[in-house]
């Protein structure tokens, strides 16, 4: 199993808030990856890292940044929440191969 | 036209059976392929990667036409418990980017 997790698992916000969605991973990985997915839709990249203190843009524009502090820890945060935030996020590390990751539970989020 | 397609389904088979579904990739410089499994409200799995022409491991064998561009999935003997979406996976040009599929769900029945 892998040792990848994040908070919330649920949340459900108004409009405009600003909040702040937890990845942690124990395996010591470098790469670190943050998706959106909709139901029945494929997962769309927002954000990426590959190491302490790296971060990118993925094709996605949602509005949101990341940090990468320290290798375990990867938060995004969106600062004003819409509804079209409204979907699935899922966090994915990988140790060698990008095409190899691991995957948190993700955190639905509701933004009404 | 997408960069990788999926016959959404869903694929409706009884146990025991064997299945295969295709995955087509426009870009014909891609290197590496995987397949991930995702169960409803789940995360994503990764099921096996292919870097050659193909890869087996039990009852899965993924093969790739590069020619034709697709990858494709066989299951054998069937199991309920393999009843979820299977996600095809592409890496793109860039090393740090994948294509995602949107899946294939699949339903084995009783």
């Known amino acids: 199993e892998a040792d990848i997790y994040q908070t919330p698992r649920y949340l459900v916000i108004g409009t405009g808030k600003k909040i702040t969605l937890e990845c942690s991973q124990t395996?010591?990985?470098?790469?670190m990856y943050w998706y959106q997915q909709d139901p029945g839709m494929e997962l769309h990249l927002i954000h990426y890292s590959y190491g302490v203190n790296s971060t990118e843009k993925g094709d996605l524009s949602s509005e949101s940044t990341v940090s990468r502090i320290r290798t375990e820890h990867f938060p995004l945060t969106l600062e004003s929440a819409r509804p079209s935030h409204t979907s699935q996020y899922l966090c994915?590390?990988?140790?060698?191969?990008?095409?190899?990751?691991?995957f948190g539970p993700g955190t639905r989020l509701t933004v009404t | 036209r997408k960069e990788v397609e999926q016959d959404p389904g869903p694929f409706n088979v009884p146990e025991g059976a064997t299945v295969a579904f295709n995955c087509t990739y426009s870009?014909?410089?891609?290197?590496?392929f995987f397949w991930y499994r995702q169960d409803c409200r789940k995360e994503p799995k990764l099921l096996m990667s292919?870097?050659?022409?193909?890869n087996e491991d039990g009852r899965f064998t993924a093969q790739l036409n590069r020619a034709s561009q697709y990858i494709s999935l066989l299951i054998r003997d069937s199991k309920l418990s393999d009843s979820a979406t299977y996600l095809c996976?592409?890496?793109?040009?860039?090393?740090?980017?994948?294509?995602w599929g949107a899946g294939t769900k699949l339903i084995i029945k009783p």
């Open positions: 292919v870097y050659s022409s193909g």
């Open positions: 996976v592409v890496a793109g040009d860039s090393n740090y980017q994948l294509i």
């Open positions: 395996m010591g990985h470098d790469k």
């Open positions: 870009n014909s410089a891609s290197q590496s």
């Open positions: 994915a590390s990988s140790e060698y191969r990008v095409g190899e990751q691991y």
